[in-house]
């Protein structure tokens, strides 16, 4: 609660005009507002009304940069210096089937780069690396600090909940943005996502920015945006920052749904799975390994000879899990077939997404409960062949009363045109898009 004796140092009512008209915000009202905010002396409306100015009016990189380190100073910071080994992180923007965490930490940490990945749960469309993970009977999401340096020196990969004490200016800012219409705003997604990574204290940060329409950015002129800006905010503060842009016009791999993305990992980590989850997590890992300094390795050997899936386990194991447990299934399936023979030219990520989070496989507020065998199944993808009558979708849910709405989300996506679309011919599909600030991977043109 507020301190009402104390006397601040700034108006909130100023901070804000100056920025519904225009100008551009002080480092001191910077780091007042969200110190003050933070304390409860700002209230949520008036922080409101500045996040609406912001989205409106922008912010410069300067203001940026004061933003997220005012957020950060809000709480703690982790330090691996003692662990001995170089670290390296990954953080999504979000997607639909994006489970590539799950094989991609065990898979870095092979090659001696320890993963701290501290990750969240899903809201909404896109899922949540925690709420997969808890498909797996056994296995924890929270973790105290010295368990996850306990694991990152015995094992090399850690995947838990973020604990409260990272940029807490976050968690309350993110709340108040969620239900204000004010998510969208790039200066408030850079600086919310890359507060946390760098109060984290990895050394190495590759950010995997979704591009189309199962992501926030839907374009990727905004998403080069963001990324460049998170680029620059990691890297002027010490972190070896990267950036991938990747296609998310169509899900991810054949599988959207907790525990149904869990056994897609477990697929891959066995030297199968779908190519374009394979190629994502090569793409990824190899761009995470050379921040460290790895550069001479091959990360799909370790996909193929079975260190991966030894990483994986131990990293399961020591998180209580049972990764021998087959994943539950779900009672009710429907499946969607093609009307007509030709190729898969669309599967758009939203509809699938939101048809998924309609089965059950997502929760509508923080909070809500969630079931582990609920999503979507793909039998075809863009650029497969199918002739009528053929399995392109298979829905699950626990729940059979949600299987109504689910098929309506396949239906009613794309403004009313469908999430499936077959054609003649499809359009060629590119996972990575682009490249910023990478050492890997050359852009691709
Ligand atoms: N993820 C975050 O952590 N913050 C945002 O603002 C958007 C996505």
């Known amino acids: 609660m507020s301190d009402s004796t104390k006397t601040e140092a700034h108006d909130a009512v100023d901070v804000i005009r100056t920025k519904r008209d225009g100008g551009v915000l002080s480092d ?62 990954k953080h999504s923007t979000g997607g639909v089937g994006d489970k590539i965490t799950l094989p991609l930490a065990p898979l870095v940490a092979v090659y001696g780069v320890a993963v701290p990945q501290l990750s969240g749960r899903g809201l909404g469309h896109t899922g949540g690396t925690l709420d997969k993970l808890e498909s797996i009977p056994g296995w924890q999401a929270s973790m105290s600090n010295e368990q996850m340096m306990d694991q990152l020196r015995d094992v090399g990969a ?5 604990g409260s004490g990272l940029a807490p200016a976050d968690k309350k800012l993110y709340a108040l943005r969620d239900v204000t219409g004010t998510v969208e705003a790039i200066p408030l997604i850079a600086s919310s996502i890359m507060s946390k990574k760098i109060a984290e204290g990895t050394g190495v940060l590759v950010l995997d920015v979704k591009v189309g329409s199962g992501a926030f950015m839907k374009d990727i002129d905004m998403a080069r945006e963001l990324a460049d800006t998170m680029v620059k905010l990691g890297t002027d503060a010490g972190v070896k920052t990267s950036a991938l842009l990747t296609d998310m016009s169509t899900p991810l791999g054949l599988a959207i749904g907790n525990g149904l993305e869990v056994t897609e990992s477990v697929e891959v980590l066995a030297g199968g799975g779908p190519a374009d989850v394979v190629e994502l997590t090569v793409a990824l890992a190899r761009e ?17 000879d079975g260190r991966a899936m030894d990483a994986w386990r131990r990293m399961i194991e020591a ?22 023979d030709g190729v898969v030219s669309r599967l758009d990520a939203l509809g699938t997404g939101v048809a998924a989070w309609r089965l059950g496989a997502g929760r509508a507020r923080q909070g809500d409960p969630i079931q582990a065998s609920a999503g979507v199944t793909v039998h075809r993808t863009v650029g497969d062949t199918v002739r009528k009558g053929e399995p392109i979708l298979t829905l699950h849910t626990e729940t059979e009363g949600r299987m109504p709405r689910g098929l309506e989300a396949i239906a009613e996506a794309c403004d009313g045109a469908g999430a499936i679309e077959i054609a003649d011919s499809a359009p060629e599909r590119r ?12 852009t691709v043109s």
Request: hydrophobic share 45%; proline share 5%.
């Open 28 to 89: 001191p009202q910077i780091d007042w507002v969200i110190d003050a905010y933070t304390r409860g002396v700002v209230a949520d409306e008036q922080m409101s009304s500045l996040a609406m100015a912001i989205l409106q009016r922008g912010m410069t990189r300067e203001e940026i940069a004061r933003w997220t380190h005012a957020m950060i100073n809000t709480g703690e910071r982790l330090d691996f210096s003692g662990l001995g080994m170089p670290t390296a992180d």
């Open 158 to 162: 850690v995947i838990c909940a973020a």
């Open 288 to 304: 995470m390994l050379a921040g460290a300094g790895v550069t001479d390795v091959d990360p799909a050997e370790a996909l193929q």
């Open 319 to 340: 998180q209580g899990g049972d990764a021998d447990a087959p994943m539950p299934e779900a009672p009710h399936q429907h499946q969607v077939l093609a009307e007509r």
């Open 431 to 442: 996972i990575v898009m682009e490249t910023l600030g990478t050492t890997s991977v050359g």
